[in-house]
């Protein structure tokens, strides 16, 4: 009679501890990716809407188009725009225009004219770009008055220096040129921002662009 069952048996009998068994160390909240990190997962995990939405989708940085859950992160990123711009703190603060901002990116979210690409790392909107055709008189320059308007570039301040916001421009160029008719696009640019344009082509204009400002703060009744 063989004497492997006895073995067998006696090897069962011995008390082992396996990894599952061991008791899990508790771990504090992880630390956020570096900005390193992020800029080589974003070279390797561009990855589709479909992709991102599967279960087991690695994390890492997603570019795809804002979806309505990413709206209040948009306007936030907007008013850090309108800082990095120099608007008084006062005014970048004041709840009636985020309001309206809000209210302008709810109702356009689907609209064929706009288009707004948001840099989503681990479900959270930390950057954005955003692309919209405005109809104009026609012009030479312009044939059918349709012109390209890139706007909303901004990043939060972490995740600066990644990559990202390059690649939210990069995804709304891509918009402008496969899926709209226009044939050139404006773009108002910070000193800090220009780079990111002229790889794309983007040059200043022979005639330079004037504004003026129109007061519309309501005058009082009893004003004289």
Request: some cysteine.
């Amino acid at each position: 009679m063989s004497e492997e069952p006895e073995e067998t048996a006696a090897a069962e009998a011995e008390p082992t501890t396996s990894a599952a068994e061991k008791p899990a160390k508790r771990r504090g909240p992880g630390r956020p990716p570096s900005p390193k990190q992020l800029a080589r997962a974003l070279r390797g995990r561009e990855k589709t809407e479909a992709e991102a939405a599967a279960p087991d989708a690695p994390a890492g940085p997603v570019i795809r188009k804002a979806k309505s859950r990413d709206l209040a992160a948009v306007v936030a990123l907007r008013a850090l725009m309108y800082a990095a711009m120099g608007a008084s703190p006062e005014r970048v603060s004041d709840a009636a225009w985020q309001a309206n901002a809000l209210r302008w990116l709810q109702v356009n979210l689907g609209n064929r004219d706009v288009h707004v690409a948001v840099a989503d790392v681990n479900g959270s909107t930390v950057a954005t770009a955003m692309g919209e055709v405005v109809e104009r008189a026609p012009s030479p320059d312009d044939p059918t008055g349709r012109v390209g308007l890139l706007l909303n570039v901004a990043t939060f301040p972490q995740y600066r220096m990644t990559g990202l916001g390059q690649a939210c421009v990069d995804a709304v160029m891509e918009w402008f040129r496969e899926s709209t008719d226009v044939t050139s696009v404006e773009v108002f640019a910070t000193t800090d921002g220009r780079r990111r344009y002229e790889a794309h082509g983007f040059a200043e204009h022979a005639l330079p662009s004037l504004r003026l400002a129109i007061d519309r703060t309501p005058v009082p009744a009893d004003a004289d």
